[in-house]
């Protein structure tokens, strides 16, 4: 009796992780209810095991001091901040959920079977979202909530997709995510319907990453999955630079006119970006050591902007530079760690897998320069902390055991 206690908690909470990927596409509040939902139903499943003595407590990682490091820095911060009731409102309402996110995955998923239930969700998520951008590009609206697509700033009659997001920087966001951990899952060998299915999925995303017209988002997908497929095999590199050599080619002259637009005309390659980084600054040398709390970019940039747009400027200004510290360890780790896997696995479909988690985490950690979806909001934060517990937890799953 029991374990079906145990055993249906721990369904739920595997069901509530797939729910959060597939809401990206809805609402990020009823993400984050299934999020609260799965942490739940984790720690009731945990109690009870624990309480019998059916299983430990916790699962051990190498990434949990660092995160409980980088927490603690955040939690100074916290307290010591300029605005105490907006902080604590933005520990509560992000970090700490990003934190039970990654408590969520690594004990949830202990499996090839759940892994795969996991991937699975993100392919089938992808499959809608570039089926729904081709949609959009030859009728003008998308085929879910009927967007229509957006013009860029700055460019003219520039028309970008926005795919079921109603805005490209989001539709960027998703992208940025998800198309390197696609590309890598093309090569997994199940069986020829599946490559193909997922090929095409691939296609179709990248008919999206190029007509999204996002600089940020062609750039850290490109250098994600060139780093990654270095380490990979060299041969995947030199396939990877030759396709980026041919859709550098034979894009429209609208993706051209989307790169140099603003550095011929405009002079401000930065889209605005310096003025929120030069505010950034200034707020830094104010209180450079534990920062001016959560939030306080909003509050006291003077921008129009309530981010910085560089997520690790914005937490700088947010944490000092105890919780910048915390942050790039924990990342340094992670790449440490998450590189060395990559080329000792011998496991062939392992190694493929663990490539796909890594290029996606590497294109996050790129665009983070650019963008501040790595810790702000629920959307795309939620789904990032997911592919990073996945990644982390990887090594510990076994491939060769029999269900």
Not at 308 to 323: P, Q
Not at 366 to 383: D, W
Request: charged letters at 15%; a positive charge.
């Amino acid at each position: 009796m029991v374990k079906k206690v145990i055993s249906f908690f721990d369904k739920i909470s595997l069901f509530s992780i797939c729910c959060v990927i597939f809401l990206v596409i809805f609402d990020s509040h009823l993400q984050k209810i299934f999020i609260f939902i799965g942490i739940g139903a984790m720690l009731i499943s945990k109690l009870f095991s624990y309480i019998f003595k059916i299983k430990p407590l916790f699962k051990k990682t190498y990434l949990d001091r660092p995160m409980l490091l980088f927490l603690s820095a955040i939690l100074l911060a916290t307290f010591f901040s300029r605005n105490f009731y907006e902080s604590q409102k933005v520990f509560f309402d992000r970090i700490l959920v990003y934190a039970g996110i990654f408590l969520l995955v690594k004990e949830a998923v202990y499996s090839k079977k759940r892994l795969y239930i996991i991937l699975g969700t993100f392919i089938f998520v992808s499959f809608l979202c570039g089926f729904d951008a081709l949609w959009q590009y030859f009728t003008g609206l998308d085929l879910f909530f009927g967007f229509p697509r957006n013009s860029c700033p700055f460019v003219g009659k520039l028309i970008a997709l926005t795919g079921p997001f109603g805005r490209y920087n989001s539709f960027s966001g998703f992208l940025e995510i998800t198309l390197p951990l696609i590309a890598f899952l093309c090569l997994i060998k199940k069986n020829k319907y599946f490559t193909i299915f997922i090929c095409l999925i691939l296609l179709s995303l990248l008919i999206s990453w190029i007509f999204v017209f996002q600089r940020s988002t062609w750039i850290s997908v490109s250098l994600s999955c060139l780093i990654v497929s270095f380490f990979l095999k060299r041969k995947y590199a030199i396939i990877l630079l030759s396709v980026l050599l041919l859709i550098s080619i034979f894009s429209p002259i609208q993706v051209y006119e989307k790169a140099f637009w603003q550095l011929l005309k405009d002079k401000d390659v930065s889209s605005g970006r310096l003025e929120m980084w030069h505010e950034a600054i200034r707020l830094i040398k104010e209180r450079p050591i534990l920062g001016s709390g959560l939030g306080a970019y909003g509050m006291y940039a003077g921008s129009k902007h309530l981010h910085a747009h560089n997520t690790y400027l914005e937490l700088f200004v947010d944490a000092g530079v105890i919780g910048l510290i915390g942050l790039i360890l924990l990342i340094l780790i992670f790449l440490k760690k998450s590189l060395h896997a990559l080329i000792s696995e011998e496991e062939e479909e392992k190694k493929i897998i663990t490539a796909a988690l890594l290029a996606s985490c590497v294109s996050s950690f790129i665009v983070a320069l650019f963008s501040t979806n790595m810790i702000v909001g629920i959307r795309f934060a939620s789904l990032f902390w997911i592919i990073l517990s996945l990644a982390v937890i990887l090594k510990d799953i076994n491939f060769k055991a029999k269900a």
